[in-house]
T-cell receptor, first 114, second 113 residues
Framework: NAGVTQTPKFQVLKTGQSMTLQCAQD?????MYWYRQDPGMGLRLIYY???????DKGEVPNGYNVSRLNKREFSLRLESAAPSQTSVYFC?????????????FGEGSRLTVL | GENVEQHPSTLSVQEGDSAVIKCTYS??????FPWYKQELGKRPQLIID?????GEKKDQRIAVTLNKTAKHFSLHITETQPEDSAVYFC????????????FGTGTRLQVFP
């Protein structure tokens, strides 16, 4: 049982390059989330997916796109990276509708945009 | 949508002292209030949660209290230890809904030996 797995763990991009962060969970959770965490700051929601086939904007969606590929996988794409997107990105999942609302996080992906 | 405010942003205590972190929320329909701990370089992990049908919950040295009328809830850590040093986040949402899951801005707790 791996939980929530994110790849890559580290990435350096140049301004204007694109990349996709991958996330997969093996807990049969229906809801998945992408957060970013800037140094010394909190967790800000980028996008979330309540269930397979649906995605919604969070607090800071500009510059990002997401795809809920299937129930297990939720990817985050940066089409044209900017230095302001330098951050640590966390994917998370939970079982909505269950008796616990616990959010399970991946280990994080540290992205640097030069 | 829900808005969660968290105070203080930083908190320094001596080992053995108590620490209290407070959060307020805006959506009176929220019924689930979790607290997450994030150690340096690690992922956030749930340490305790409370539902709206109870006013207090304890787990060893940590406790959470909820005041639904005032729409605020607090994390209490007693007999603090250096390993309690971390960033703590609160959140508030409706347990059986699939809403945005918004966190408070976090509190960096430092426990000095």
């Amino acid at each position: 049982n791996a939980g929530v797995t994110q790849t890559p763990k580290f990435q350096v991009l140049k301004t204007g390059q694109s990349m996709t962060l991958q996330c997969a969970q093996d807990m049969n959770h229906n809801s998945m989330y992408w957060y970013r965490q800037d140094p010394g700051m909190g967790l800000r929601l980028i996008y979330y997916s309540a269930s397979e086939g649906t995605t919604d904007k969070g607090e800071v969606p500009n510059g990002y796109n997401v795809s809920r590929l299937n129930k297990r996988e939720f990817s985050l794409r940066l089409e044209s990276a900017a230095p302001s997107q330098t951050s640590v990105y966390f994917c998370a999942s939970r079982l909505s509708g269950g008796n616990t609302g616990e959010l399970f996080f991946g280990e994080g992906s540290r992205l640097t945009v030069l | 949508g829900e808005n969660v405010e968290q105070h203080p942003s930083t908190l320094s205590v001596q080992e053995g002292d108590s620490a209290v972190i407070k959060c307020t929320y805006s959506d009176s329909a929220s019924n689930y209030f979790p607290w997450y701990k994030q150690e340096l370089g690690k992922r956030p992990q749930l340490i305790i949660d409370i539902r709206s049908n109870v006013g207090e919950k304890k787990d060893q040295r940590i406790a959470v209290t909820l005041n639904k009328t005032a729409k605020h809830f607090s994390l209490h850590i007693t007999e603090t230890q250096p390993e309690d040093s971390a960033v703590y986040f609160c959140a508030a949402h409706r347990l059986h809904n699939t809403d945005k899951l918004i966190f408070g801005t976090g509190t960096r707790l430092q426990v000095f030996p």
